[in-house]
T-cell receptor, first 117, second 114 residues
Framework: SAVISQKPSRDICQRGTSLTIQCQVD?????MFWYRQQPGQSLTLIAT?????????ESGFVIDKFPISRPNLTFSTLTVSNMSPEDSSIYLC??????????????FGSGTRLTVV | GENVEQHPSTLSVQEGDSAVIKCTYS??????FPWYKQELGKRPQLIID?????GEKKDQRIAVTLNKTAKHFSLHITETQPEDSAVYFC?????????????FGAGTQVVVTP
């Protein structure tokens, strides 16, 4: 299965600043996804990162707040902009169709634990 | 869109007993149903999945059953062990294509006590 490197693993940021999270995959993948997982909660899809076009955002998430880049088929970034304490969460990238337990399932990055103070 | 409900939210079992987690989904077009295990502080890991043309799938102590008519699917863990303690998430996706997006259930905290 694909190996995903996500960084940073954690960060503590001041409100009003921005943080860019990087996700690197060891193989080319068509689609990459960004999720948010608030403490004790489930996984919520933020957006789908498309190579060569703008990301597709889910309801409640906007590009100005969560700009995404996908410059090639192995890399994506998510920026959390103008942060507030409500943005404190775990952010995970994921890719699909890369094998492992099932060729249909997602593989997740290790996550970025963000704390905004 | 798809809505997935998962029950129970917490489940405590004695080591060696069985655990069952149930999920229901709303969109009859959904045809792929994975289960993820997330240990504390770690990423979700796919543990088993089932496609809509299959009613049951088993992998050692883990099994998943699917009832398409009733739109529900379940995870069964037999002979539970302490290392089965984790949060389990079910999910549904409309297509088996790897780029279909998932809707996740709320999660079940499983605690296996020795």
């Amino acid at each position: 299965s694909a190996v995903i490197s996500q960084k940073p693993s954690r960060d503590i940021c001041q409100r009003g600043t921005s943080l860019t999270i990087q996700c690197q995959v060891d193989s080319q993948v068509t689609m990459m996804f960004w999720y948010r997982q608030q403490p004790g909660q489930s996984l919520t899809l933020i957006a789908t990162a498309n190579q060569g076009s703008e990301a597709t955002y889910e309801s409640g998430f906007v590009i100005d707040k969560f700009p995404i880049s996908r410059p090639n088929l192995t890399f994506s970034t998510l920026t959390v902009s103008n942060m507030s304490p409500e943005d404190s969460s775990i952010y995970l990238c994921s890719v699909g169709g890369t094998g492992g337990a099932s060729v249909y399932g997602y593989t997740f990055g290790s996550g970025t634990r963000l704390t905004v103070v | 869109g798809e809505n997935v409900e998962q029950h129970p939210s917490t489940l405590s079992v004695q080591e060696g007993d069985s655990a069952v987690i149930k999920c229901t989904y709303s969109d009859s077009a959904s045809n792929y149903f994975p289960w993820y295990k997330q240990e504390l502080g770690k990423r979700p890991q796919l543990i088993i999945d089932i496609r809509s043309n299959v009613g049951e799938k088993k992998d050692q102590r883990i099994a998943v059953t699917l009832n398409k008519t009733a739109k529900h699917f379940s995870l069964h863990i037999t002979e539970t062990q302490p290392e089965d303690s984790a949060v389990y998430f079910c999910a549904a996706r409309e297509t088996t294509d790897s780029w279909g997006k998932f809707q996740f259930g709320a999660g079940t905290q499983v605690v296996v006590t020795p």
